[in-house]
């Protein structure tokens, strides 16, 4: 039998802050007993469990792996509109005229993810 990713982790210098940032991306919950300060903090949602660890260490180079979001219920745009609100940031606008593309963003702590097209934006331009 092969291996099942538990969760994903992120080293980030606030454990429960990023955590209760990324439990609004992704419409998830931090576990019930997570407090601030705490060293380590997990949100699980229907799509993932993410896992935020303390480290002394900041961050400094670009992430070898990231996260990419497709919105459920929403169109990119708006799901980056969305997550600007919550404290993200646009790293770099890579969407075409044609409204393909997606759009990288960095978190609070500046680890980068990207937004795609949802699932009825791929239909309505990939048809």
Known sequence: MASL???VTLDCADAYTLASFWAQVVDGRL???DRPG???AVVSSAG???LFI???ESKT???RVHLD???QDRGRDEEVARLLD???RIVGDLRRPDGTGWVTMADPEGNEFCVERSAAERAATDA
Do not use: S, Y
């Open 5 to 7: 990713v538990r969760h």
């Open 31 to 33: 576990a019930d007993d």
């Open 38 to 40: 705490d060293p380590e």
């Open 48 to 50: 993932v469990t993410l």
């Open 54 to 56: 303390t480290v002394p």
């Open 61 to 63: 180079v670009k992430n």
């Open 69 to 71: 979001l497709q919105p």
């Open 86 to 88: 919550l404290g993200a």
